[in-house]
């Protein structure tokens, strides 16, 4: 029956207009929602989290930015031994410097210490129950307790020193040749990093492990060196008249530059134990670190590279001997023939005669006449007290009256051995064999030997004379 019966594509049509009219009802729904939350001034809930999220996201990056900056600009010298809040802060900084420092082979000992060294050592510091701080620098770990039980009530500081740039060599801080007369550039040294100076403790004590690679150029090592010279640095900052000594455990010997043999105190093994001039010290570190620059007062530093150069000189000293005009006159020759026309000056003394003064001044010297320079201290005569160092030995002077001699005998047409020679050194002297004369007697015989002669000592002589060297 055609009117009853119903088409099959009608539920379609149905559904679809349900969906449709559901969707339709929902947004109208929604819409009525966001009308009331207008005007009621309620925010959305999602919004909410939106904003809060947004936020501390920004809180986030601003801990993380706060947290990198602390630990890039935290300070290079951290106190070891004493409880803080930033305890665990400093053990980071600590570990991740010494990870950086596995990188660079250059600053490794691989020297183990010997305790009972450094204890013989620490028992000659008698002033050691009144020291505030150890320095300690290229230490590890179990080494930094170990120093603690030897000096238990000191504070240790453990000090980091950040490693010279790679591209820094010792040929880099000890040139061949620099442009001293600054016509391409200005010499000027690399530099190297410097130790954090702690305002607190007082340093008195600084011990330093030093490199040494025996397979290579260990005198000339770079990171040898600077760890010498921040140990220099850190000790010339010392404010007071205390001493501060500086111990070095190396199997290999201190730069003497630095810490001369005069300052050696004591020596156990590996362990070199210093008390430095600190006024000479502090001397020494105003210097350029090498070779690679030139030298000029501290005072004067910003003066040096002037459009004064011009008044600036070459300047020695000649006297007591014309044998030296030869050398002074090469001397300006090779001054001129490197393009330099800075003046040349020379002083001389009475002993260079007019003929020799013509010389120089031919060569390019400015001659200006001085009195002779004497130690007013000085004993008389005590200028030549040097000649003692030029004695002639008993077999000398038997050698040169055999000469004359044979000279003789072969009746030599110059006549040299006519001449009697004045020596006063035929007088004089030092061995314990002085009877010369009798070495004569079996001079030149095949079985003969100088058995009489004993072996020479150097004369005694006294501070006076060596104040003139």
Known sequence: MRGSSISPKEP?????????????????????????????????????????????????????????????CSPAVYVSDRPSNSASRSGFVDRWISDSAAYDPRYISLLDVNWDQISTIIEKLTDRDEYQGIGLLNFNNSETDQWKQLLPDAEHVVLQLDHAAENITWESLYPEWIDEEEEFEVPNCPSLPNLQVPGKPRIDLIAVKLPCNKQGKWSRDVARLHFQLAAARLASSSKGIRPVHVLFVTDCFPIPNLFTCKDLVARQGNAWLYTPNLHRLREKIQLPVGSCELSAPHQAKEYFHSERAGREAYATILHSAHVYVCGAITAAQSIRMSGSTRDLVILVDDSIGDYHRGG??????????????????????????????????????????????????????????????????????????????SMLWHWGEKNWTDNATSTPSLPATNKASLSLL
């Open 360 to 437: 120089l001044e031919a060569a390019g010297w400015k001659i200006y006449t001085i009195q002779r320079i004497r130690n007013p201290k000085a004993e008389p005569e005590a200028y030549n007290e040097l000649q003692k160092y030029c004695l002639l030995r008993s077999k000398q002077k038997a050698q040169l009256e055999w000469d004359r001699r044979q000279a003789e005998k072969g009746n030599y047409t110059d006549g040299h051995w006519k001449i009697k020679i004045k020596d006063k050194r035929l007088k004089k002297c030092f061995e314990e064999f002085c009877f010369w004369e």
């Open 12 to 72: 379609r049509h149905r559904v679809s207009a349900f969906s449709e009219d559901t969707s339709r009802r929902g947004f109208q729904r929604n819409k009525v929602f966001k009308d009331v939350e207008k005007d009621l001034n309620v925010p959305i809930r999602y919004r909410n989290w939106n904003c809060k999220i947004s936020t501390l996201k920004a809180v986030l990056v601003i801990i993380l930015l706060g947290t990198l900056f602390t630990l890039l």
